[in-house]
T-cell receptor, first 115, second 114 residues
Framework: GAGVSQTPSNKVTEKGKYVELRCDPISGHTALYWYRQSLGQGPEFLIYFQGTGAADDSGLPNDRFFAVRPEGSVSTLKIQRTERGDSAMYLC?????????????FGSGTRLTVV | GDSVTQMEGPVTLSEEAFLTINCTYTATGYPSLFWYVQYPGEGLQLLLKATKADDKGSNKGFEATYRKETTSFHLEKGSVQVSDSAVYFCALREKDTGRRALTFGSGTRLQVQP
């Protein structure tokens, strides 16, 4: 596609529920990243995929968070037993590769609200 | 660990004023440095980048120079417009460790008044 697409744009869920957030990267981009942005803060890294594999998941806050990218394109971020502290904007980005100086293209994000 | 520190906002300027947004960093080795911009209601966009010391990144009238001695990457523009009103994020990415994640500052909101 022309840009990075994230769905849904907004998600409201009850505490304790399970949610899935989807990211559709730019066609041909091999690297895909997930970030979380709290209000008034910069994005914080969660996980990075190179192809189908998670190359770096060091930013996932705990084992309630999990992400997959089974075919090396679309990725899904999964959050189990959601907590109110999980409320944030979840951003996805992709890049053509991981070479030096590559910038990302970000999606518009999914705003998750846990009530 | 890596960190990026930006001046707190909001920064409020009149149209055609000179802009500086300060950014300093702490990192392993000599990282690549970036400025991203977030316009109201839109996603983050790459504004400019520099990958080594003394490089100057530039785009849309904005400039930033990679200063190794002062570990800084200050954003400047000679004459701001109302359309420049946005939140600006400084970020770095390590080169020597192979870590691909960006580390962002907390952002600086710029408000330009006509």
């Amino acid at each position: 596609g022309a840009g990075v697409s994230q769905t849904p744009s907004n998600k409201v869920t009850e505490k304790g529920k399970y949610v899935e957030l989807r990211c559709d990267p730019i066609s041909g981009h091999t690297a895909l990243y997930w970030y979380r942005q709290s209000l008034g803060q910069g994005p914080e890294f969660l996980i990075y995929f190179q192809g189908t594999g998670a190359a770096d998941d060091s930013g996932l806050p705990n084992d309630r968070f999990f992400a997959v990218r089974p075919e090396g394109s679309v990725s899904t971020l999964k959050i189990q037993r959601t907590e109110r502290g999980d409320s944030a904007m979840y951003l996805c980005a992709s890049s053509p590769g991981t070479g030096e100086g590559y910038g990302y293209t970000f999606g518009s994000g999914t705003r998750l609200t846990v009530v | 660990g890596d960190s990026v520190t930006q001046m707190e906002g909001p920064v409020t300027l009149s149209e055609e004023a000179f802009l500086t947004i300060n950014c300093t960093y702490t990192a392993t080795g000599y990282p690549s440095l970036f400025w991203y911009v977030q316009y109201p209601g839109e996603g983050l966009q790459l504004l400019l980048k520099a990958t080594k010391a003394d490089d100057k990144g530039s785009n849309k009238g904005f400039e930033a120079t990679y200063r190794k001695e002062t570990t800084s990457f200050h954003l400047e523009k000679g004459s701001v417009q109302v359309s420049d009103s946005a939140v600006y994020f400084c970020a770095l990415r390590e080169k020597d460790t192979g870590r691909r994640a960006l580390t962002f500052g907390s952002g600086t909101r710029l408000q330009v008044q006509p």
